[in-house]
T-cell receptor, first 113, second 109 residues
Framework: DGGITQSPKYLFRKEGQNVTLSCEQN?????MYWYRQDPGQGLRLIYY???????QKGDIAEGYSVSREKKESFPLTVTSAQKNPTAFYLC????????????FGEGSRLTVL | GIQVEQSPPDLILQEGANSTLRCNFS?????LQWFHQNPWGQLINLFY???GTKQNGRLSATTVATERYSLLYISSSQTTDSGVYFC???????????FGSGTKLNVKP
């Protein structure tokens, strides 16, 4: 089935450790996005990529890094510089055209102990 | 960037009731979508509706692009409709999605 796969679904990490969240899509979409959601809040854009080997910062990029080496993959690294990393992280993709429909993965819950 | 406002922020309904959720946006859009976030956090696509009206079962949506708003109608609500409903838009000429802050719906049995 076509879709977006995020892993892991749940992740615990100690303060000071980097962690990488995986996002893979088989929809042949050009654009991919990472959002952060805090409890009871809306979605905030971390990074997005409209084409392979290119990406742009969103509204809350500090403390995060991404890469886009393959069309189907857009991993997000939460670095130790991110002051409040505990959150729900959602990956999404679209065709990349401004009228393209957006689809989401199931999300990854990160808890920093 | 474009501003997206959703109302009401919270809504409590008795099962079987109808409701209307609203999404206002501040500029012309190429894309407007409605999503339902279930209690497990998953975002489900409800409608892709930059203009016009669509229906899917008990749900329907209308977007009046010239007046910059969209409405989501839920009829004969069920407890499984509970969750948060988000509206997202793409400003004309850009490829970035902007989300509203959501409407939290609680349908009681």
């Amino acid at each position: 089935d076509g879709g977006i796969t995020q892993s892991p679904k749940y992740l615990f990490r100690k303060e000071g450790q980097n962690v990488t969240l995986s996002c893979e899509q088989n929809l042949n979409h050009d654009a991919m996005y990472w959002y952060r959601q805090d409890p009871g809040q809306g979605l905030r854009l971390i990074y997005y990529s409209q084409i392979v080997n290119d990406f742009q910062k969103g509204d809350i990029a500090e403390g995060y890094s991404v890469s886009r080496e393959k069309k189907e993959s857009f991993p997000l690294t939460v670095t130790s510089a991110q002051k409040n990393p505990t959150a729900f992280y959602l990956c999404a993709s679209s065709t990349g055209r401004s009228a393209g429909e957006l689809f989401f993965g199931e999300g990854s819950r990160l808890t920093v102990l | 960037g474009i501003q997206v406002e959703q109302s009401p922020p919270d809504l409590i309904l008795q099962e079987g009731a109808n409701s209307t959720l609203r999404c206002n946006f501040s500029d012309s859009v190429n894309n407007l979508q409605w999503f339902h976030q279930n209690p497990w956090g998953q975002l489900i696509n409800l409608f892709y509706i930059p203009s016009g009206t669509k229906q899917n079962g008990r749900l329907s949506a209308t977007t009046v692009a010239t007046e910059r708003y969209s409405l989501l109608y839920i009829s004969s609500s069920q407890t499984t409709d509970s969750g948060v409903y988000f509206c997202a838009v793409v400003e004309r000429g850009f490829n970035k999605f902007y989300f509203g802050s959501g409407t939290k719906l609680n349908v009681k049995p």
